[in-house]
């Protein structure tokens, strides 16, 4: 069963990792989907191919979530493009880890800029159509880092922290005209940003996950179909932990 024919998807940072993961099952599931990227064009334009030949429109546009009017622009063109939005993925999200003590102030507000900043961007310039529509749903990508924090990663824990208290606030505001709002929050997911991190020092993490492995990007791909679908039609609030065990 298809769960999401002919819904209009914005999915922000799908060039790589998670984000592309869930244009896949997305597009599987018969959404349009449109998506952003910073710097990966190739990837973007190969991803927009894959899922054209799916038998959906997608388009990928180079945007930087962090600046409010390019978010503003990429919306009034996405609408131009598809007709409407129907979902909403804030997912471009970035690492620069140091403990505090070693922490540039750059780095700081360069993670609150791209991790934060974007979702009020995004979602900002979303709500209008979503409000006329009376219906929408927004998805969050936090962290298991956001609720538990984590030594190194203020910078990063404070922006997924942050994507919580929003995403609550916004299921308050916008609940009366059928728009929800929801956060995932994903635990060692195997991608790029990942990728970067010492191997014992994943293994590590490994073994610590009750169910014994990394996460995939579809395993959080199919947590945001769930959000996005009506199948959640009385769920708005929450953050949903995709971690395999890690916070329990
Ligand atoms: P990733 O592989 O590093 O991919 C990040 C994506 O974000 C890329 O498509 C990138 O585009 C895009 N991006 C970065 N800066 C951007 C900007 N300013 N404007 C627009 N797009 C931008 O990361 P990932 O592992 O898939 O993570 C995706 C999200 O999940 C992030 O928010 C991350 O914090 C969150 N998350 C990940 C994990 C994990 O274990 N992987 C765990 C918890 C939460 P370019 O390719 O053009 O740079």
Redesign the pocket.
Known sequence: MKLLEGKNVII??????????IAKVFADHGANVAF??????A??LALEKELTAKGVKAKAY??????FSESEVLIANVLTDFGGIDVLI??????KDNLLMRMAEEDFDKVI???LK?VFNMTKAVQRTMLKQRKGSIIN?????GVKGNAGQTN?AA??AGMIGFTKSVALELGSRNIRCNA???????????AKLDEKVVQSWRDGIPLKR??A?ED?ANACLFFASDLSGYITGQVLNVDGGMLT
């Open positions: 922000t940072g799908a060039s790589r990792g998670i984000g592309t993961g952003t990227y910073s710097s990966s064009e990837p973007a180079k945007s930087n979530a962090a600046s804030n997912n471009a999200g970035i690492t800029e791209i991790n974007s990508m936090s962290s298991v880092v990063y922006s997924k995932i929050a994903p635990g060692f997911i195997e991608t790029e940003m990942t990394g996460g990007p959080i």
